[in-house]
């Protein structure tokens, strides 16, 4: 990857891959950091550091109260980035009583800040690590232990990143899968009870002005009969790739099962969607898929009503449809106002 790639994944864009475990790894990692910060505490109270093993002491309760808070499903009254702020500053200045050995605590630092921050705040807290211990080695250690210090730091957060941009692809990878129909590359049903579901909630608050489109391809069984169903497949995944091309961005275009699909047009009244059905019915007509065939789509359209259950929103819409096939196929029909 190259460097300008990262920076622009990770400094640049502030990307959470581990929001959906945030609190999972942070709570066990507190209780973890609590325990060893504990007995670094009742170290440097034996030690008659009284001030440090106060604060030491502080960083402990606080990190248990966060621990405990997440455990509670309740929102941290306190922020990480406090936490680790003086923990970083202890660490830059323990140097010059311990050394080499009081830098080491850098490497598990780093890599907790990752797993307990949002990324672009974990990067910059990595880099002021960096920085302030490279310097700190530098100025009471040794400079050739310093530039040491700073390239395996570097390399360390740079990894960190890595593995991380990583897991978001997966992420996102695993995320599409369970949201795309493998065939077509349209969603699937589960996407769409979901994003259905979510204009019927928004049609609740505010006046709805969404539009379904519900349509399937006309005599499919034929084709699958003549032609085989790898040619069958191909045809569902051309009319796909004809409606992308009439569709905007903010539309959403499933699978609902079988030769049978459903568009979600956003910001769009009845006129228009029956304008964007007539587009799409003409475009998908005259695309060649195979020879000496015409592929014809019939369709349903159906304006979102205030107050409209998900269901029957659909169940309208696909009567329409129904309507469009019995009349002769290759044709529209308009939810009706007093359907």
């Known amino acids: 990857m190259a460097l300008a790639d990262w920076l622009n994944t990770t400094l640049l864009n502030d990307q959470d ?57 309740a929102t941290p009254r306190v922020p990480y980035a406090l936490v680790l702020v003086p923990v970083a500053a202890g660490l830059v200045f323990s140097v010059e009583q311990q050394g080499v050995f009081a830098a080491l605590w850098s490497y598990p630092l780093i890599l907790i800040c990752h797993f307990v921050l949002r990324r672009r705040a974990a990067l910059v807290f990595s880099l002021g690590i960096l920085v302030a211990v490279t310097l700190s080695v530098g100025l009471w250690v040794s400079t050739a232990l310093a530039v040491r210090m700073f390239a395996t730091l570097a390399i360390t957060t740079v990894m960190i990143n890595v593995v991380l941009n990583v897991l978001g692809e997966l992420q996102a990878s695993l995320l599409l899968q369970t949201l795309v129909d ?37 005599n499919f069984k034929r084709v699958n009969d003549r032609y085989g169903h790898d040619a069958g497949d191909e045809v569902l995944r051309r009319v796909v790739q004809v409606a992308r091309a009439r569709l905007r961005k903010i539309d959403a275009l499933f699978r609902t099962g079988g030769e049978e ?34 592929i014809t789509i019939s369709l349903g359209v159906g304006p979102q009503v205030a107050g409209q ?5 659909i169940k309208l819409t696909d009567q329409a449809l129904y309507r469009a096939k019995n009349s002769g196929r290759n044709r529209f029909e308009l939810v009706a106002p007093a359907d």
């Open 17 to 73: 891959d581990l929001a959906f475990l945030r609190r999972r790894i942070a709570r066990p990692v507190s209780v973890i950091a609590a325990g060893m910060l504990a007995v670094l505490a009742v170290y440097d109270l034996w030690q008659e550091r009284w001030l440090l093993g106060a604060i030491v002491l502080l960083l402990v309760a606080i990190l248990l109260a966060l621990a405990r808070a997440m455990r509670l499903g």
């Open 182 to 218: 493998p065939l077509t590359g349209a969603y699937n049903r589960r996407h769409m009870d979901q994003m259905v579901g979510l204009a019927v909630e928004q049609g609740r608050r505010t006046k709805p002005n969404n539009t379904l489109l519900i349509f399937d391809i006309d």
């Open 261 to 294: 699909f459903m568009v979600l047009l956003r910001d769009t009244d009845g006129s228009g969607a029956a304008a964007v059905a007539e587009d799409l019915r003409r475009r998908i007509e005259q695309e060649a898929m195979l020879p000496g065939e015409v």
């Open 309 to 313: 259950s998900t269901l029957e929103w």
